[in-house]
C-alpha cells in the first residue's frame, strides 16, 4: 500500500487496483504542484470526502468527471452532488460500510462543521466524518476536521487501526499536542501522519510537537507527492 499527500489534507491511497482519492483539493492549494495534477489523481477509481469545505472539496467533482471515479461520502452531499452535478456517487453514513475496490471504507464521526460555498454564505452539506480505511491488513483512521472526541475510544476498540493520519494544524482542528494526546490516549498506532498543517500561517509548520509528544511511536512529516509504503 502507498499513502501519497497531496498537500492540506489530501491523500492518495494505492492499494491493488483500486486508488483512491481523500480530500482532494489541488486547484489553489498552495502545497501542491499544479503542473503534477496529471499524476496525482492518474487512475483514480475512488474519491472520499470527509465534510463540504472548499479545501476539501475543492477538485471532487471536477476528478470525478474526468476519471470516472466514484466519489464517496455523507448521504447529503452526495445526494446534492448525483443531482446537480451529475456524477456518480455513493452516499453513505456514520456506521455505515462500502466497498471501495480493495478497500473497505467505515465512516465515523468527527466534531467540526460542513458547508460549500453558496451566494448568500454558507449552505448545509451534511455532517462531518472521518473513515476508517482497510486494506492490505492495515486499518488508517483518517480523522478529518476534529477535535480529540470521547468516540476515539470506541473506534479504537473497534477498528484497531494501525495508521493515524491525523488533522493536526491547529485553529480550525486539533493542534499537534491535542492530536498527540488522542493517539497516545486512545489509540495504539504504529504510523502516525500528520496533515491539514504547513498550508496556511496560521496552522502549524511543523510537526515537532507531535514527535517529542509520541516517544516510540513512528511520526511521518509527509512529503507532497512523495509515497510512504506500509
Known amino acids: 500500500m502507498k499513502i501519497i499527500w497531496l498537500g492540506h489534507s489530501g491523500f492518495r491511497i494505492e492499494t491493488g487496483d483500486t486508488v483512491l482519492l481523500v480530500d ?34 475543492g477538485d471532487a467533482v471536477a476528478i ?17 452532488w448525483a443531482e446537480t452535478e451529475k456524477v456518480e456517487v455513493l452516499g453513505f453514513n456514520k456506521g455505515g460500510t462500502v466497498a471501495a475496490g480493495a478497500a473497505q471504507v467505515t465512516m465515523v464521526s468527527a466534531t467540526h462543521s460542513s458547508s460549500l460555498s453558496g451566494p448568500s ?9 472521518g473513515y476508517m480505511i482497510a486494506a492490505e491488513g492495515h486499518v488508517i483512521y483518517f480523522s478529518g476536521d476534529t477535535d ?6 470506541v473506534f479504537a476498540k473497534l477498528h484497531k487501526p494501525d495508521i493515524g493520519i491525523l488533522a493536526a494544524g491547529g485553529h480550525f482542528t486539533m ?51 512523495v509515497p510512504i509504503e506500509v
Open 64 to 80: 470525478a468527471r474526468e476519471t470516472g471515479a466514484v466519489i464517496l461520502g455523507i448521504y447529503d452531499l452526495m445526494t446534492h
Open 121 to 129: 454564505g454558507p449552505v448545509y452539506a451534511g455532517a462531518e466524518a
Open 175 to 225: 493542534d499537534m499536542e491535542r492530536a498527540a494526546w488522542a493517539a497516545k490516549t486512545f489509540f495504539d498506532f504504529d504510523l502516525v501522519i500528520p496533515c491539514h498543517y504547513k498550508t496556511f500561517p496560521l496552522l502549524a509548520q511543523s510537526a515537532e510537537a507531535m514527535v517529542a509528544a509520541l516517544p516510540g511511536v513512528k511520526v511521518m512529516e509527509p512529503e507532497v507527492l
Open 24 to 57: 482532494p483539493w489541488l486547484t489553489g492549494n498552495p502545497m501542491f504542484p499544479e503542473d503534477r495534477r496529471a499524476e496525482a489523481i492518474a487512475g483514480a477509481t475512488h474519491v472520499l470526502i470527509s465534510h463540504g469545505h472548499g479545501d476539501h472539496t
Open 148 to 153: 480529540v472526541m470521547a468516540d476515539m475510544d
